[in-house]
């Protein structure tokens, strides 16, 4: 089975892993963290943590708090991750400050959403204290990872949002009014949410209030189009409808801006 773990085909690699994981042998912890730490394929990766989860938890948790501490970014990455799919909160306090503000990108994403899973309620603030000093960081995928995990942690994050809103960095400033958009409103989308936090943050939230408004409302008169006047018969006097107006025709709306 170990060999099957190494093949070269990754196909061969998922098969292994899922056998692996559908009859668990304690024996084989090892070699499914180290390929944990090296395997290049996402789907081969999420199937060698499944399979972990499948052991005993009392021999992978301190196998997964080792692999915490790894200088291959990929062994913490992959820990991480199965650390939040076997969801026990006893971990929670290996979750470290270094981790949460890891160089690597994906490192940091993966340990704010394992963070959010396992934190206990007492210690959400802390975490969203924690948490808003990375507003702006990375680009958008990055930035939308973060605000996910914020506003997994709830209403608690309001004040912190608030007072991050009037950060003088625009894009520190941006992202928290995006992500107490979002927090309102988690249909709105990431990208409407950023591109309406920005215009606050350009113009201030009065005047971009007042601006969106204008613009609907410009919207509304430019949408509705004129009824065009009937050309008059040759010999036909012309006659004015009892009923006022000319109706709009059946289904004909103004054209959204």
């Known amino acids: 089975m170990a060999g099957a773990l190494c093949a070269e085909d990754s ?4 098969q292994a892993a899922l056998a692996v994981g559908s009859h668990p042998d304690p024996g084989l912890l090892e070699i499914l963290v180290e ?8 789907f081969v990766r999420d199937m060698l943590s499944w399979a972990l989860t499948r052991l005993p938890p009392g021999i992978t948790l301190p196998r997964m708090r080792q692999e915490l501490g790894s200088e291959r970014r990929q062994a ?7 650390l939040s799919k076997i969801g026990d909160r006893s971990a929670w306090p290996w979750i470290t400050r270094d981790m949460l503000r890891d160089a690597d990108d994906e490192v940091a994403r993966t340990a704010w959403r394992v963070a959010v899973a396992l934190v206990p309620e007492d210690g959400k603030k802390d ?22 995990a914020l506003v997994g ?8 949002l608030e007072k991050a809103a009037a950060h003088p960095d625009p894009a520190v400033a941006t992202h928290a009014r995006a992500t107490e958009l979002l927090l309102r409103d988690p249909e ?11 215009r606050a943050v350009t113009l201030g939230p009065e005047r971009a209030a007042t601006a969106a408004t204008a613009a ?42």
């Open 35 to 42: 390929r944990c730490a090296l395997e290049p394929d996402f």
């Open 153 to 160: 942690l709830g209403e608690v994050i309001g004040p912190v």
């Open 188 to 198: 709105s989308g990431f990208d409407a949410a950023v591109d309406e936090a920005r």
């Open 216 to 257: 609907s409302a410009a919207c509304g008169v430019a949408g509705t189009p004129e009824t065009p006047e009937t050309p008059e018969t040759p010999g036909t006097a012309r006659t004015t409808r009892a009923t006022g107006p000319a109706e709009t025709p059946e289904g004909a709306e103004a054209a959204d801006c």
């Open 11 to 14: 196909s061969v690699r998922l």
């Open 76 to 82: 913490r990455s992959q820990a991480l991750h199965t």
């Open 127 to 148: 975490l969203a204290d924690e948490l808003v000093v990375q507003l702006g960081r990375g680009d958008r995928d990055v930035r939308l990872s973060l605000s996910r």
